[in-house]
């Protein structure tokens, strides 16, 4: 009997080892997916609320302006879920779409694909620049983005003959903004393009894990051989390079390029979307089609306020309190 007790303590102990390790794998499939499913019922629950409540809302003309405004943010959102997927933080993407449009809209009479070319450099360029004092001079991202955010808008003033607003005659280059590949607006297009490559990248190529082994464990990764530096160059290139795509379709938009406005106040709405789409601000962890969720969220907030008149500041409100409850839902659990 007493040689039987223990054999039985041992098979006990690891049915309860077998028992925590599946608790724990589903704690950690919650943590990496719970989030993002999270914001799909509250998007889906969104748009079931305004289809009966707000007129006019589920009305398919209604959808498609929804989309037409979501996809510069989307576009801006997906560079911004890679650099906070490395624990970094772009404040700089709404000046740098002021630069971008700006010299796009300046350099039109050069010809339609010189002055884009022209913009989407510019953009990239500032990402660049941004990568490399983070990366190189280990100057906190929040401070660079900051400087740069300021400097930016700045830059696009002079770029726009003393703050100007360029007005924008070149059709080929409106129909970035207002014209259809078939029934689907051009800008939207470029929107699902954009994701679809996005969502490849982190989850088939090198890179992506990369970007989450940088962001889950700067030191760890360093010696295991990622190229930390080169990585954090990337992510702030790439976006800086989508801030400049979004900065584009923007000015197309408003057939003008009005440095103060174009790009204002968007980094808080990319950052919003991150967020409540499932990515947290510690980085380590990513998920693109959260973002996705999250911009669309917050669109369908901003939209349906609009459509029953109720003032933007409490879209804004709204908007403030989504965030800081998906930022609860992603803190750290203690032990």
Do not use: C
Request: charged share 10%; no cysteine.
């Amino acid at each position: 009997m007493q040689n039987a007790t223990p054999a039985n303590s041992g098979g006990g102990s690891s049915t309860a080892s077998g028992e925590g390790a599946r608790r724990a794998g589903a704690r950690s499939l919650l943590a990496d997916y719970g989030p993002t499913y999270g914001a799909l019922a509250a998007l889906i629950l969104l748009v079931l609320a305004n289809a009966v409540f707000t007129p006019n809302f589920a009305d398919v003309n209604n959808f498609r302006n929804i989309l037409l405004q979501v996809a510069p943010t989307v576009l801006v959102a997906v560079g911004m879920t890679l650099v906070i997927a490395t624990g970094g933080i772009d404040l700089s993407v709404g000046s740098v779409m002021a630069i971008a449009a700006a010299l796009a809209a300046t350099n039109l009479e050069r010809g339609l694909l010189p002055a884009v070319l022209l913009g989407l450099a510019a953009a990239l360029a500032v990402g660049i620049l941004n990568g490399a004092l983070i990366s190189g001079f280990r100057i906190q991202p929040i401070i660079v983005t900051l400087a740069l955010l300021i400097t930016g808008r700045g830059v696009a003033q002079v770029i726009s003959r003393g703050g100007q607003i360029i007005l924008i005659d070149n059709q080929n280059f409106m129909s970035l903004g207002k014209g259809f590949v078939g029934p689907v607006p051009t800008s939207v297009v470029v929107m699902l393009l954009v994701v679809a490559v996005a969502i490849f990248v982190m989850r088939a190529t090198s890179f992506g894990r990369y970007v989450v082994a940088v962001g889950g464990n700067e030191a760890a990764a360093r010696l295991a051989g990622v190229k930390v530096h080169r990585t954090k160059i990337m992510v702030y290139a790439l976006s800086g390079l989508l801030a400049g795509m979004a900065g584009l379709i923007e000015a197309a938009k408003a057939e003008a390029s009005d440095a103060t406005k174009v790009g204002l106040y968007i980094e808080l709405d990319a950052i919003a979307a991150v967020v409540v789409g499932g990515t947290p601000l510690t980085g380590g962890r990513v998920t693109v089609v959260g973002t996705l969720i999250g911009a669309l969220i917050m669109q369908v907030i901003t939209t349906s306020f609009n459509m029953l008149g109720i003032g933007f500041a409490w879209s804004l409100v709204l908007k403030a309190a989504i965030i800081l409850v998906a930022v609860y839902i992603q803190r750290p659990k203690v032990a």
